[in-house]
């Protein structure tokens, strides 16, 4: 087993207690940070940490914050995404289900290094549980006197509501997620300016994913030459939850080192693949990721090795396909998701995107032709001009996978149906 | 057409609020609660709340996965079409549902208790196939276990 700090209070079927979180030394970062630290100096600490934003992004966490000016209005915004819509992606959600919280005073340190006094968690309505589990233990916490006013006798206060979504993979997006609060059609805004500059009701906003919020008590309480420990790589910080699903025998949700290879996640956590079934290639941060070629299957996961790899780790969630999986067919499906869910807004995406799945349906069913190749090519490079990150998400599948699997692509052509056992193809 | 102690209650609660536009959802999610659907009566009455006009409330409304703009059955089953119930053939699963209950997609069944619906990966792939009823979600599914769960809402 190794080191666990997100899920150090993990119980199968149970969420840990204000109590057992307390007694785990729950809660003295908290105290630690307002008694202790100055707001610059968290944010400096979590900079060191190299706390890098889990969502997909891995934007550093500290330097976020201090693009929040020192004279920016007030009242300031902390969002905590939990939005979590990327397929393949569950963590958060089991991290709130196992120790809800680190991400409650994960909040409330981020608010107090830049003195944002309302928190708001952004939760999708499929994880409606998890709302009710974080509404519950919010109220828990304010009991307690870590939230309200002047929280454990400091100057500083702090109040978080809980936002249900109704469901759209666009308000995953940081600049959507700010319309879609303040009751507007959830359409990204192109920067700048920034949000947190100018985000909800045009005043400083911070959104971070449920993961990293969760990591900030930690450093806070063990330091930033702790966390950076905690990592295999050098270029990584902390733990990850990576989550891994697909064609594997115990799919599921587990906290490893940061850069832990990939070929020991599948292996020795998720127990490899079911018999008869080899590994073809993986996606290894959601949809939204590329197809890893065989030859990276030992890669260390982390975001800048998959980077300098030419991919990228985007929510560590991997998803594994199998040599008896067609990859035509999964990249069909996932198109088809991306086309749906996008907000219409820009023109790439609502026009480019639909033309793929277009073009992948011909192909998938028999209909390909080889001139379909090159068009596939030039529109997954085409929607990339994009106002947001959802269209350059939905080229990095198909355009890895005519990168690393033409010929799987070719056979369908020259046959003229799909050569795997077919399977379902309604969408 | 809201009952005028609902009405007060969700006034209350938008007011209580320092932006009552952060409750649009919320507000709608009460009123699916109560009467199954976002019909154009309750459209109005929500641009009322809101003092917004009816389209910037249908504009939200008509974006969502999750707010019905028609009618739908007491059950309302969203089934995972996610790439991973992919691989999980979440196809057997519509399948025995659209035979079971001779329903296809967006169709409500005759005695008004169930209308199917697709939805995107909801977050449950290690639990997959999965689909969610009214909000709750039922994982590792089997022709078997979806009887169990159908036979088992009231």
């Known amino acids: ?427 | 057409m809201i009952e005028e102690d609902f009405r007060h209650f969700l006034e209350n609660r938008i007011s209580a609020s320092d932006h009552p536009r952060e409750q649009i959802v919320d507000t709608i999610f009460s009123l699916q609660d109560r009467y199954g659907y976002l019909s154009d009566e309750l459209l109005a009455e929500v641009s009322m709340l809101f003092e917004m006009s009816h389209l910037e409330i249908e504009e939200i409304a008509t974006f969502y996965e999750f707010i019905y703009r028609k009618p739908v059955g007491k059950y309302v089953i969203h089934v995972c079409d996610g790439v991973v119930c992919w691989m999980n053939e979440y196809g057997s699963v519509l399948d025995h549902i659209r035979r079971k209950l001779n329903i296809d997609y967006g169709q409500t069944s005759h005695d008004g208790r169930f209308t199917l619906l697709p939805t995107c990966c909801i977050g449950y792939c290690d639990r997959s196939p999965a689909m969610m009823i009214n909000r709750r979600v039922y994982g590792r599914l089997s022709p078997e276990k979806i009887d169990d769960i159908l036979k088992n809402l009231d």
């Open chain 1, 1 to 427: 087993m190794t080191m666990q700090v997100l899920f150090k209070n993990r119980h199968p079927e149970r969420i840990a207690t204000l109590e057992e979180y307390c007694k785990s030394g729950g809660y003295e970062a908290l105290e630690k940070a307002l008694k202790k630290y100055s707001g610059s100096e968290i944010r400096s600490i979590a900079l060191d940490a190299l706390l890098l934003g889990r969502g997909g992004a891995g934007f550093p966490a500290g330097k976020k914050w201090m693009t929040v000016a020192d004279n920016a209005p007030f009242p300031r915004f902390i969002v905590c995404n939990a939005d979590e819509m990327e397929p393949g992606t569950f963590k958060d959600r089991v991290l709130i289900h196992a120790d809800p919280h680190q991400i409650i005073e994960g909040m409330i340190i981020a608010g107090y290094s830049v003195f944002a006094e309302r928190g708001i968690i952004f939760i999708r309505s499929s994880y409606e549980n998890a709302a009710r589990i974080l509404e519950r233990e919010v109220s828990n916490a304010r009991q307690a006197g870590f939230l309200g006013k002047n929280i454990l006798g400091s100057s500083f206060s702090m109040e978080i509501t809980i936002h249900r979504s109704a469901g759209r993979y666009i308000c995953g997006e940081n600049t959507a997620q700010i319309n879609a609060i303040q009751g507007k059609r959830a359409n990204p805004i192109q920067p700048p300016p920034y949000a947190t500059e100018k985000g909800l009701w045009n005043l400083p906003t911070v959104t971070h994913n449920v993961e990293t919020l969760a990591c900030v008590p930690h450093i806070i309480r063990n330091g930033h030459d702790w966390f950076k420990s905690l990592s295999r790589t050098s270029t990584g910080a902390g733990t990850k939850l990576y989550c891994v699903s697909g064609r594997v025998k115990n799919p599921g949700c587990f906290e490893l080192p940061m850069g832990t290879r990939l070929s020991e996640i599948i292996e020795d956590h998720a127990g490899g693949l079911p018999p008869g079934y080899q590994y073809k290639t993986c996606l290894p941060g959601g949809a939204s990721t590329r197809f890893l070629p065989k030859d990276l299957y030992d890669i260390e996961m982390d975001f800048e090795s998959l980077k300098r790899a030419g991919h990228r780790l985007g929510t560590g969630s991997v998803i594994v396909f199998d040599q008896k999986t067609c990859l035509v067919g999964a990249t069909l499906n996932m198109i088809d998701f991306f086309a749906r869910e996008s907000c219409g807004w820009c023109t790439p995406c609502r026009e480019g995107i639909p033309f793929i799945r277009d073009i992948l349906f011909r192909i998938e069913n028999g209909e390909g032709k080889e001139e379909h190749i090159s068009w596939l090519q030039r529109m997954s490079k085409f929607i990339s001009n994009s106002y947001c990150a959802l269209a350059p998400g939905a080229a990095a599948p198909v355009e890895s996978l005519l990168t690393y699997f033409e010929d799987e692509v070719r056979e369908h052509i020259s046959q003229r149906k799909c050569p795997f056992i077919q399977k379902d193809m309604l969408s």
